[in-house]
């Protein structure tokens, strides 16, 4: 199964009616041609991958800007704009995107319910596709219908993972759910519970990545999300898994044995020959779960997207990066992150030295000469074997133009693909697991990161190191605030940055933080976190 070719079918119209979970979030078909009933083993197919696709395309709720309102787009403003990570200054002039960069959202907040709003939307999917696949049994074996609902169940449990994560609490509903009736709540305690009990009856039915084509999720993407739900149950029941956590990363490192050789192509625009699978094979199969773009025939305006074109500046040689068309001068880096590497750490990827000041004393524009905050160039158009382009590679009048045109984005849209869990995550995971109790050799998973890195091996670490060590690695993926939670850095003042809590020092934000505030439209049903 292609996966490009079912995500054009999928957004041909295959949108069966939709009853989510909050009544809020009912849906039906906007186009009186769109098909309803499925007669075709492709119009199956298609379904199915517009389940894949839900995080990676528009449609499904109702935003002002719809590409703002991408899955992983809004993701990523959760969990990287309120930490010191990333920043986003008053040039977008987005209403409510200061309260993020300031770690202070109001639950009028419109990103925070857009946020809580895709989860929903992406579950009742999910969950409406797993149903439709029982009338498919024409077209498919039971065996292939036993995969097909597995891999929904733990796409599904994803926005599950994300609702624990960043809310809290939520509905609670599977493909067993009556449908048209008010879902009951969850507490954190019980998602958590529900989501775990979903995934372990589901992963034996996912198929080895070794098995599995690319793009579909294979049984190491499953454990990778078993593995952090595990990781970060002393913040959601008060009852810490270390070891729990540990087996599901040994799980995987049975199956993908190597970190992929260069940390910067994990992210250029062939990335997607990193993610395990039958497709791309499993030596170097870094990437264990990924959201497929394509420049083409898997557009987003959310995904790398935002991370390359959105984030670059017009006064970068935003062209050596494989962009033509003008970028959007969105997020940028906050100096605490970039101060965080050592020389000679190859993972230090973003620009603006001689040009952008470092330290965010003004964040109210930027673009010209002496504006703040550094460019992050982690994430690139270019396919490894050209990863930088010469300067002036995009003006059809300059020398370097026929050797490398082909290579360049003639739009926004990105083809590389968003990595949701890496190998690399794993080993500081079982890093983590050893310094608290598990059985598992942590020091070594540990300097198997630094190394490839190009940073020496060291024989000891602390949790300041790990916590350090996770932003280097995975700094822009939507990992940060999780972790500065779980390490008791983000709420109070144990540890500011610039800008936290308004102020451009830094100042202390309260403990009830921990939480995203539940959205004033679903609080008359699910009530409100405290605090808020």
């Given at each position: 199964?292609?996966?490009?070719?079912?995500?054009?079918?999928?957004?041909?119209?295959?949108?069966?009616?939709?009853?989510?979970?909050?009544?809020?979030?009912?849906?039906?078909?906007?186009?009186?041609?769109?098909?309803?009933?499925?007669?075709?083993?492709?119009?199956?197919?298609?379904?199915?991958?517009?389940?894949?696709?839900?995080?990676?395309?528009?449609?499904?709720?109702?935003?002002?800007?719809?590409?703002?309102?991408?899955?992983?787009?809004?993701?990523?403003?959760?969990?990287?704009?309120?930490?010191?990570?990333?920043?986003?200054?008053?040039?977008?002039?987005?209403?409510?995107?200061?309260?993020?960069?300031?770690?202070?959202?109001?639950?009028?907040?419109?990103?925070?319910?857009?946020?809580?709003?895709?989860?929903?939307?992406?579950?009742?999917?999910?969950?409406?596709?797993?149903?439709?696949?029982?009338?498919?049994?024409?077209?498919?074996?039971?065996?292939?219908?036993?995969?097909?609902?597995?891999?929904?169940?733990?796409l599904r449990d994803l926005?599950?993972?994300h609702m624990i994560d960043?809310?809290?609490?939520?509905?609670?509903?599977?493909?067993?759910?009556?449908?048209?009736?008010?879902?009951?709540?969850?507490?954190?305690?019980?998602?958590?519970?529900?989501?775990?009990g979903d995934l372990l009856?589901?992963?034996?039915?996912?198929?080895?990545?070794?098995?599995?084509?690319?793009?579909?999720?294979?049984?190491?993407?499953?454990?990778?999300?078993?593995?952090?739900?595990?990781?970060?149950?002393?913040?959601?029941?008060?009852?810490?898994?270390?070891?729990?956590?540990?087996?599901?990363?040994?799980?995987?490192?049975?199956?993908?044995?190597?970190?992929?050789?260069?940390?910067?192509?994990?992210?250029?625009?062939?990335?997607?020959?990193?993610?395990?699978?039958?497709?791309?094979?499993?030596?170097?199969?870094?990437?264990?779960?990924?959201?497929?773009?394509?420049?083409?025939?898997?557009?987003?305006?959310?995904?790398?997207?935002?991370?390359?074109?959105?984030?670059?500046?017009?006064?970068?040689?935003?062209?050596?990066?494989?962009?033509?068309?003008?970028?959007?001068?969105?997020?940028?880096?906050?100096?605490?992150?970039?101060?965080?590497?050592?020389?000679?750490?190859?993972?230090?990827?973003?620009?603006?030295?001689?040009?952008?000041?470092?330290?965010?004393?003004?964040?109210?524009?930027?673009?010209?000469?002496?504006?703040?905050?550094?460019?992050?160039?982690?994430?690139?158009?270019?396919?490894?074997?050209?990863?930088?382009?010469?300067?002036?590679?995009?003006?059809?009048?300059?020398?370097?133009?026929?050797?490398?045109?082909?290579?360049?984005?003639?739009?926004?849209?990105?083809?590389?693909?968003?990595?949701?869990?890496?190998?690399?995550?794993?080993?500081?995971?079982?890093?983590?697991?050893?310094?608290?109790?598990?059985?598992?050799?942590?020091?070594?998973?540990?300097?198997?990161?630094?190394?490839?890195?190009?940073?020496?091996?060291?024989?000891?670490?602390?949790?300041?190191?790990?916590?350090?060590?996770?932003?280097?690695?995975?700094?822009?993926?939507?990992?940060?605030?999780?972790?500065?939670?779980?390490?008791?850095?983000?709420?109070?003042?144990?540890?500011?940055?610039?800008?936290?809590?308004?102020?451009?020092?830094?100042?202390?934000?309260?403990?009830?933080?921990?939480?995203?505030?539940?959205?004033?439209?679903?609080?008359?049903?699910?009530?409100?976190?405290?605090?808020?």
């Open positions: 199964m292609k996966i490009s070719k079912y995500i054009l079918i999928s957004g041909a119209a295959l949108m069966v009616s939709l009853t989510s979970c909050v009544g809020d979030l009912d849906t039906k078909p906007t186009n009186p041609t769109d098909v309803t009933d499925l007669t075709t083993k492709d119009q199956y197919l298609g379904l199915i991958m517009r389940a894949y696709g839900g995080l990676v395309q528009e449609g499904g709720i109702s935003v002002s800007d719809g590409g703002a309102g991408v899955y992983t787009r809004q993701l990523f403003n959760q969990q990287e704009l309120p930490t010191d990570e990333c920043v986003i200054a008053g040039n977008w002039d987005d209403a409510g995107i200061d309260e993020l960069v300031y770690a202070q959202p109001s639950a009028d907040n419109h990103w925070t319910y857009e946020m809580y709003s895709r989860i929903n939307f992406q579950i009742a999917l999910c969950n409406t596709v797993i149903r439709q696949l029982g009338d498919a049994g024409e077209f498919f074996s039971d065996a292939e219908l036993d995969a097909f609902k597995a891999e929904l169940r733990v926005s599950y993972y960043i809310f809290g609490k939520g509905p609670w509903t599977d493909e067993d759910s009556p449908v048209g009736t008010t879902p009951p709540t969850y507490s954190r305690t019980e998602l958590f519970e529900a989501v775990v009856d589901a992963i034996p039915h996912v198929a080895p990545a070794a098995q599995q084509e690319y793009g579909r999720i294979s049984r190491e993407a499953a454990y990778a999300l078993l593995a952090k739900l595990y990781l970060n149950a002393g913040v959601y029941t008060g009852n810490p898994m270390w070891q729990e956590c540990a087996n599901a990363c040994l799980e995987i490192t049975k199956t993908i044995p190597n970190l992929a050789p260069t940390y910067k192509y994990l992210f250029c625009g062939t990335n997607r020959k990193y993610v395990a699978s039958s497709t791309y094979g499993t030596e170097y199969g870094e990437i264990l779960w990924s959201v497929p773009q394509d420049e083409t025939t898997m557009q987003t305006y959310g995904g790398t997207t935002y991370l390359s074109g959105g984030a670059y500046s017009t006064e970068s040689p935003y062209n050596s990066y494989g962009l033509v068309s003008a970028p959007w001068q969105g997020p940028h880096m906050r100096p605490e992150t970039v101060d965080r590497f050592e020389s000679g750490d190859q993972r230090a990827l973003f620009w603006g030295e001689d040009f952008f000041q470092k330290n965010l004393y003004d964040i109210t524009t930027w673009g010209a000469e002496g504006d703040c905050g550094y460019q992050c160039i982690k994430f690139v158009y270019t396919p490894e074997d050209h990863y930088l382009l010469p300067d002036g590679c995009a003006d059809e009048s300059n020398e370097n133009y026929a050797a490398y045109h082909q290579y360049l984005a003639l739009d926004i849209f990105n083809s590389a693909d968003t990595p949701v869990f890496r190998l690399a995550d794993i080993y500081l995971m079982l890093a983590e697991c050893g310094k608290n109790g598990a059985t598992v050799d942590g020091l070594s998973y540990y300097n198997k990161v630094r190394i490839r890195a190009g940073l020496g091996a060291v024989s000891n670490y602390t949790d300041q190191d790990l916590l350090d060590e996770r932003n280097r690695e995975l700094y822009w993926e939507s990992h940060r605030r999780s972790d500065l939670i779980r390490f008791g850095k983000y709420t109070g003042s144990a540890y500011n940055w610039e800008w936290k809590a308004g102020v451009q020092q830094g100042g202390a934000i309260e403990n009830y933080r921990d939480l995203m505030p539940i959205p004033t439209q679903f609080t008359p049903t699910l009530g409100q976190n405290p605090g808020y």
